[in-house]
């Protein structure tokens, strides 16, 4: 009878977060995904550290909170990155769209090479990276709460996106334009990995979890 009077209100949390984070006063472009990764993120490591017994129990529940935090952490870093880099994609978002509608060889008819690389030079350079990369991280610290230990995880989550994305955009220049893209997709991980070993100590200080995690 308690079990299942407890996996009740597990689901009237869940049911209540929802409600919450659907609010009109709650910004539906950021706040509503931070609020949900939060507390799926809480629930799901407050359970695990309860042992066996509790993950068995409500493994319903764990399983809910996990696509919880799996689709707001996405659409949250996505939203960052579109933010932050939003010429570039813009650009290749336009670029890939060309692709499937008139083939590879038409694309720099409907982009030009020399707009291509005028928008890279502006929007991509090595000091551009370093400052809009070091201003996702102070959003990131700014939007987390740093009593829920998510932020190193969520960076470290935020500089694999940028990976893929960098990796797909560095593709398609080779691809379409016989350009490379620097910095490509490596050397935009060691950026980003540097902009998070820039605070380490507010990293430590707010967490517990070592800066190299990041």
């Given at each position: 009878?308690?079990?299942?009077?407890?996996?009740?209100l597990a689901?009237?949390?869940?049911?209540?977060?929802?409600e919450?984070?659907?609010?009109?006063?709650?910004?539906?472009?950021y706040?509503?995904?931070?609020?949900?990764?939060?507390?799926?993120?809480?629930?799901?490591?407050?359970?695990?550290?309860?042992?066996?017994?509790?993950?068995?129990?409500?493994?319903?529940?764990?399983?809910?909170?996990?696509?919880?935090?799996?689709?707001?952490?996405?659409?949250?870093?996505?939203?960052?990155?579109?933010?932050?880099?939003?010429?570039?994609?813009?650009?290749?978002?336009?670029?890939?769209?060309?692709?499937?509608?008139?083939?590879?060889?038409?694309?720099?008819i409907?982009?030009?090479?020399?707009?291509?690389v005028?928008?890279?030079?502006?929007?991509?350079?090595?000091?551009?990276?370093k400052?809009?990369?070091?201003t996702?991280?102070?959003?990131?610290?700014?939007?987390?709460c740093?009593?829920?230990?998510?932020?190193?995880i969520?960076?470290?989550?935020?500089?694999?996106?940028?990976?893929?994305?960098?990796?797909r955009?560095?593709?398609?220049?080779?691809?379409?334009?016989?350009?490379k893209?620097?910095p490509?997709?490596?050397?935009?991980?060691?950026?980003?990995?540097?902009?998070?070993?820039?605070?380490?100590?507010?990293?430590?200080?707010a967490?517990?979890?070592?800066p190299?995690?990041?």
């Open positions: 009878v308690i079990s299942c009077y407890l996996q009740k689901g009237a949390l869940f049911a209540n977060l929802q919450n984070s659907a609010r009109d006063t709650t910004d539906q472009q706040a509503a995904n931070v609020m949900r990764m939060e507390n799926s993120f809480f629930f799901l490591e407050s359970i695990k550290k309860r042992g066996p017994e509790f993950t068995s129990l409500f493994h319903k529940q764990l399983a809910a909170s996990g696509a919880i935090y799996k689709q707001s952490t996405d659409a949250y870093l996505g939203w960052m990155i579109k933010r932050e880099f939003k010429a570039l994609h813009s650009l290749f978002s336009n670029i890939s769209k060309i692709r499937r509608e008139v083939g590879d060889a038409d694309v720099p409907h982009v030009p090479r020399s707009t291509f005028k928008t890279l030079s502006k929007e991509s350079s090595r000091e551009v990276m400052e809009k990369i070091a996702m991280y102070l959003r990131m610290e700014k939007h987390l740093p009593e829920s230990s998510l932020f190193p969520a960076w470290k989550s935020l500089v694999r996106v940028l990976y893929e994305w960098f990796g955009w560095e593709k398609l220049s080779n691809h379409c334009y016989s350009f893209l620097e490509g997709a490596v050397e935009v991980v060691r950026i980003a990995k540097l902009a998070g070993g820039g605070t380490k100590k507010n990293v430590q200080r967490d517990g979890i070592p190299s995690l990041v």
